[in-house]
């Protein structure tokens, strides 16, 4: 692939080589292999179902523990309200059921009353919102001249209505990080990736937020920001193959998706890790489930992390005899369902079962809730094949996998859970130092989308998903969780539900 020196000098302002760009466009052309399911994760293979007084004790050890502990709360922030409002964006008046329900159902949402406020002030009153023309009613909330909703972060969009105020997803973080993310120093530790545009306004509207939050109890919040490095934004491809330009013959870069986000995650320093998107968060009244399970995620975290620790000083210092080789054994089929040999009573077969285990334990670790599976959108576990370890627990995309193979659609269609993105990670080895997280990215596991750029179909490149292929080579744990622990706001609509209530 030949690029122009300017090309050249374009790539080198976002940190990318010609190679790499070469590396890209070669991807695009030939795709991806498709991941290789080879059966879902289930209750009893793949997937560990707790029972309230074991969930009990792995609560109790962490909130033991946490004072001591350097935690953090990661949340993928970047995302914009544009297709949370994509029903009330397209149609002008026509009257989809998504559009009628939130006209009918107007009063409920925790922005009515700024919205009856701002009309009010354009001379329509509270009594005729209902009855204007739709996408005059829709456009008070979305364009600039109203509310501007279209064209804010999701994380700014009021969520939940209280007795005297409202609150935005950004701030039920804040509320909820109090139960769960406070540890040593007694500080809540937040990390948020944001948009570039929106940075400073975030930044500004989260620290008061988190100073008048602080003013009414002990606990003081240490926020922290980051957006995705332009060093991960990806090419894409026109039909014939050709990188896609720009009007003006530059070219087309596009974000890389959330993988790009392990670079983010990989440049923060934390004992735990805390990991759950923006716009899963319910209203007080209902949180208990959610911080309770959470706290149980990371209990058998540090309970996981604690053994692998022992394993791994062991093996470090020579010391595996063959009562210890068989508590791995059981270790790794208890929690993480893997087969290992069985014949470990001559030194030679020990030997060899230490020289495959260690790069096992050797690698971060995380503990995944998983949702019954009730028809909601997203990934799920599964087991897919895995040249090391014969298989292994991954977090599967639909887009992801071939259901034109009758084989693996079968096994998808076989699935009971889905991923609702609630991660408990740690990322030090057993010494205390960190893992460099992008060592064990599987990059094999990205995708080609195609998208629509000025009235042309491209080819576009997606990284890896965070919890998808960026975590591909990480020590895996699915824990079954209620369904009350999830409740995203994919549209407007979802605000209704009566977990935002």
Known sequence: MQFTEKDIQQLAGRGITAIQAAEQIEQLRKGFPGIQLTSPAIIGDGILAMTESRADEYMESFNKAAPDLNLLKFVPASGAATRMFKALFEGGDAQSADRKEVRERLSEFAFYRALVELAEKQGIAEDQLASIPGQQLFNLILQPAGLGFGMLPKGMIPFHRYENTTRTAFEEHLHEGLHHTCGADNKVRIHF?????????????????????????????????????????????????????????????????????????????????????????????????????????????????????????????????????????????????????????????????????????????????????????????????????????????????????????????????????????????????????????????????????????????????LWNGAMANWNTVFVEVPASTFSPVKTVNDLLRPLHG
Not at 423 to 437: E, I
Request: charged residues 20%; hydrophobic residues 40%.
């Open 193 to 465: 990736t944001v948009q570039q545009d929106f940075l400073a306004d975030i930044k500004a509207f989260l620290q008061h937020q988190a100073n008048a939050i602080s003013s009414k109890t002990d606990k003081q919040f240490e926020l922290s920001f980051s957006v995705q490095s332009p060093t991960t934004d990806t090419l894409a491809i026109d039909a014939n193959g050709a990188p896609v330009r720009n009007a003006d013959g530059s070219l087309l870069f596009r974000p890389g998706g959330h993988g790009a986000l392990i670079h983010n995650l990989n440049g923060l320093s934390a004992e735990l890790i805390f990991v759950k998107n923006i716009d899963n968060v319910v209203s007080d009244r209902h949180k208990y489930q959610g911080i309770r399970h959470k706290m149980v995620l990371a209990g058998l975290a540090l309970e996981l992390h604690r053994r692998i620790s022992k394993y791994q000083r062991a093996i470090a210092m020579g010391r595996t005899p063959l009562e210890l080789c068989r508590e791995i054994q059981h270790f790794l089929l208890e929690h993480f369902f893997l087969e290992t040999p069985k014949n470990l009573l001559d030194r030679s077969a020990r030997r060899d079962f230490i020289s495959w285990v260690s790069p096992v334990l050797n690698r971060p670790l995380r503990v995944c809730g998983m949702v019954r599976n009730e028809g909601e959108p997203g990934g799920g576990p599964f087991w897919v094949y895995d040249k090391h370890t014969g298989r292994s627990l991954q977090i599967v995309e639909k887009s992801q996998i071939n259901t034109s193979d009758p084989a693996q659609k079968a096994i998808l269609d076989a699935a009971t859970h889905f991923n609702p993105v609630d991660l408990v990670c740690m990322t030090r080895d057993y010494s205390g130092k960190a893992y460099n997280l992008l060592r064990f990215v599987d990059p094999q596991t990205g995708f080609v989308s195609e998208k629509s750029h000025q009235g042309h179909i491209i080819r576009a490149l997606e990284l890896p998903g």
